[in-house]
């Protein structure tokens, strides 16, 4: 009984330690990016990484993989910006995640790959408050951009037909 107790000690001491190590990792890593240190802040959620995991603290892990992905993504590194986004996705899927990896699958030119996932974004927004119209309207025009660069015009003209008929809804004369 002595030795369960112990070991449960032990356990619950080393989860503790590993939180706390990385809590003190991404502190440091967001530090070194304010500073414009990305590479250092990218080495330190790297660490902080390995941390979150023998803690097994899954919120804290998609955390991280936001944040490496959005460093990533502000390199340009849009195939790693990938990588963390999926990881942190498969964590804890939430629609700006899934609005982050259609931006990238659409500045890396992957227009149908992104599409899906912004009629899905449109498809789930229910809700009919200020915000929601504004998340609606910032779906829609990222699909025409893309239906204009495939040369898709008439698909373009729909959906900004779309944004017009929520315009007139808003009873916005002067656009939004």
Request: charged share 25%; proline share 2%; aromatic share 10%.
């Amino acid at each position: 009984m002595k030795r369960l107790l112990l070991l449960l000690v032990f356990a619950i001491y080393y989860i503790s330690f590993a939180i706390a190590q990385t809590d003190s990792l991404i502190t440091l890593a967001e530090k070194s990016i304010q500073n414009k240190q990305d590479k250092e802040g990218l080495s330190y959620y790297l660490q902080a990484v390995r941390q979150a995991e023998k803690s097994k603290d899954n919120k804290k892990l998609a955390y991280i993989y936001n944040q490496i992905a959005n460093l990533y993504e502000e390199g340009k590194l849009y195939e790693k910006t990938l990588e963390y986004l999926k990881k942190s996705h498969d964590i804890n899927p939430t629609p700006e995640l899934a609005y982050q990896k259609a931006n990238v699958l659409s500045k890396l030119g992957k227009y149908q790959d992104a599409l899906p996932i912004y009629n899905k974004l449109l498809k789930d927004i229910q809700g009919t408050s200020q915000a929601d119209t504004y998340k609606k309207l910032g779906i829609l025009r990222k699909m025409i951009v893309i239906f204009q660069k495939t040369g898709e015009y008439e698909s373009a003209l729909d959906y900004n037909l779309q944004i017009l008929q929520i315009q007139q809804e808003l009873k916005d004369e002067e656009g939004i």
